[in-house]
Nanobody, 128 residues
Framework: QVQLVESGGGLVQAGGSLKLSCASSEPTFRHYHMAWFRQAPGKEREFVASHKWTGGNTYYAYYALSVKGRFTISRDNTVNTVYLQMNSLKPEDTAVYYC??????????????????WGQGTQVTVSS
C-alpha cells in the first residue's frame, strides 16, 4: 500500500504563491506516475497536473489549461516527493488539493479513476 502525505496548503492572497509537497512511502517512487488533482466545494475532482514516468530517468509533465503557465509539477526521487509550485494564484484556485499515484497509468492522465493511491488532501484558499 502506497502512502501519500500532502503538505504546504494554506491561505494566500490573489497573485501570491504556494508550494505543495507530497511525500511517498513507496521505495520505487521513481517509477510511479504522479499527479495533482483538486476539488472545490460542490464540484467534481478535477485534474491539475501530472508527472508521468516514461522510462529511464525521463518524465513528462502535463497541465490543465486553467493552470498552465502558472503551476509547475516536479519531483525529487531522492526524497520520494512530488511538488506543485503554484504562482499567480487566483480565487478560483481555492480547493482541496490531492496527490495521486499509480504504477501502471496509461495515456489518460487526467482521470481520477486511473490512479490507485491518494493522499488525504491539503486545503488551498486564495483570497481576493
Amino acid at each position: 500500500q502506497v502512502q501519500l502525505v500532502e503538505s504546504g496548503g494554506g491561505l494566500v492572497q490573489a497573485g501570491g504563491s504556494l508550494k505543495l509537497s507530497c511525500a511517498s512511502s513507496e521505495p520505487t517512487f521513481r517509477h510511479y506516475h504522479m499527479a495533482w488533482f483538486r476539488q472545490a466545494p460542490g464540484k467534481e475532482r478535477e485534474f491539475v497536473a501530472s508527472h508521468k514516468w516514461t522510462g529511464g530517468n525521463t518524465y513528462y509533465a502535463y497541465y490543465a489549461l486553467s493552470v498552465k503557465g502558472r503551476f509547475t509539477i516536479s519531483r525529487d526521487n531522492t526524497v520520494n516527493t512530488v511538488y506543485l509550485q503554484m504562482n499567480s494564484l487566483k480565487p478560483e484556485d481555492t480547493a482541496v488539493y490531492y496527490c495521486a499515484a499509480d504504477s501502471t497509468l496509461g495515456d489518460t492522465v487526467t482521470i481520477p479513476g486511473e490512479y490507485d493511491y491518494w493522499g488525504q488532501g491539503t486545503q488551498v484558499t486564495v483570497s481576493s
